[in-house]
């Protein structure tokens, strides 16, 4: 039992844990590699570090109240789900294009990059890839875009280096939760639902299990 674990930490390991489990619940997704704030360098993160050593203690505990964690070393990403198909999110429109397009191009510069190279694109390359999927025929007014991309942050799937969100130079790194959110499987489902009539797509959106 995750009681016997627990018991074993110490005073300041415990407020680790505490402090990693509210991460979780808040962001869904935990990196190993984040990037720095000027975009520079990709970091270890030391959160995920505890967590992965201590995978075992967090999957007990989250087990007790219908939570599972999925721990991908390749990826470099802890994901919470919850099992009993609570606290779903969902997406509005715009978020679900983004997902969408962010997928679509972390998919295409995969194959470029040399191993642990970060994914990276602009606000501009995913306005475009939009109208090139006949996605939209306009670009979103600012305040769409930066609630739609700063809500994708939250979650650790994407960060900002520089820029505001309205510019097409501003630069973002796609970080491979992306893949554990989107999976393959979810491309050919969201490709059906965004091809859906106008009015159909109104009240279409993507549930998925975020602590919200």
Do not use: C
């Amino acid at each position: 039992m995750w009681w016997d674990d627990w018991e074993q930490l110490g005073d300041k390991e415990r407020e680790q844990f505490a402090r990693v489990a509210n991460l979780l619940w808040q962001k869904t997704f935990l990196l190993r590699d984040e990037t720095d704030p000027q975009g520079r360098n990709m970091l270890i993160n030391r959160d995920y570090r505890f967590l992965e050593r201590h995978y075992r203690l967090f999957a007990d505990y989250f087990r007790v109240s219908g939570w599972e964690i999925q721990l991908d070393s390749h990826l470099g990403v802890a994901a919470l789900y919850n099992r009993l198909g609570y606290n779903h999110r969902r997406l509005d429109k715009l978020v679900t294009y983004f997902l969408y397009v962010l997928r679509l191009i972390y998919e295409e510069q995969q194959e470029k990059l040399s191993l642990r190279k970060e994914v990276t694109t602009t606000v501009g390359e995913v306005v475009e890839k939009m109208f090139h999927l006949g996605l939209m025929d306009r670009k979103p007014p600012e305040k769409q875009l930066r609630e739609g991309l700063g809500a994708l942050r939250n979650f650790n799937i994407i960060a900002r280096v520089g820029g505001p969100w309205g510019s097409p130079e501003t630069r973002l790194i796609i970080y491979p939760s992306i893949v554990m959110l989107v999976t393959n499987e979810k491309i050919t489902e969201l490709y059906g639902l965004l091809k859906q009539e106008p009015e159909e797509e109104d009240d279409e959106a993507v549930g998925e299990d975020a602590p919200d």
